[in-house]
């Protein structure tokens, strides 16, 4: 993201000596609220460095930028961080009492319901408590799974090897399904905690 946002920074530089603060913000907020945090972030930093001194507007553009890599980086990347205090910032001062008494939301980890998918077919779904997903799951496996053991006491061969392949890909399905439902879950429970931070920061915009 670092070379993404460098090379966007050496693109965007001449079109921010001429922009005003509010063009800059209006901008970011625009691409950001389009879901691209990346630009929005690469033209922020951009701003930052053109201003070359501390004021409101720079204050605004750094906490945004801040607040953008956290979602950024929650959304592709399932890391889920809460923000740094900047002492020198005074939107980062209004957030603190918040902080405080909103923590970051705690996730579970999408190991679990992904192991026990590949244990017993549906019971990852079954332990996120997606209970009619869960029996979706057992009736997709479970009979080809049967079907399969039949088929292999019976010496069938490429039947058997038919049955196998049809259950394995079946079975890896809902693995990946209870996973991703999973990292799903996560991620909106810290977005919506996330958009609360960005409201308790007193920001003028909302990038959503």
Not at 111 to 129: C, D, F, N, V
Not at 148 to 177: C, E, K, N, Q, Y
Request: glycine share 6%.
């Amino acid at each position: 993201m670092l070379k993404y946002i460098l090379g966007l920074l050496l693109f965007i530089m001449p079109a921010l000596v001429h922009a005003s603060p509010e063009q800059v913000w209006q901008q970011s907020m625009q691409l950001a609220q389009q879901g691209q945090d990346r630009q929005a972030i690469a033209v922020l930093e951009g701003a930052i460095l053109q201003s070359g001194q501390s004021n409101v507007w720079t204050q605004r553009f750094d906490i945004a930028k801040r607040l953008l890599k956290l979602r950024y980086d929650a959304k592709v990347n399932s890391t889920y961080n809460t923000l740094m205090p900047n002492r020198n910032n005074q939107y980062d001062m209004l957030m603190q009492s918040w902080l405080q008494q909103h923590p970051i939301p705690a996730v579970e980890e999408s190991i679990m319901p992904g192991l026990l998918a590949a244990i017993i077919p549906g019971a990852g779904h079954a332990w996120l408590g997606r209970w009619g997903d869960a029996g979706v799951s057992a009736m997709l496996v479970w009979p080809l799974l049967i079907l399969t053991f039949w088929a292999a006491r019976r010496d069938m061969g490429p039947v058997t090897v038919f049955f196998a392949l049809i259950t394995a890909w079946l079975w890896s399905g809902t693995v990946f399904s209870a996973t991703s439902l999973a990292e799903r879950g996560d991620y909106e429970l810290y977005y919506a905690w996330w958009q609360q931070m960005w409201t308790a920061s007193g920001l003028p915009s909302k990038p959503w």
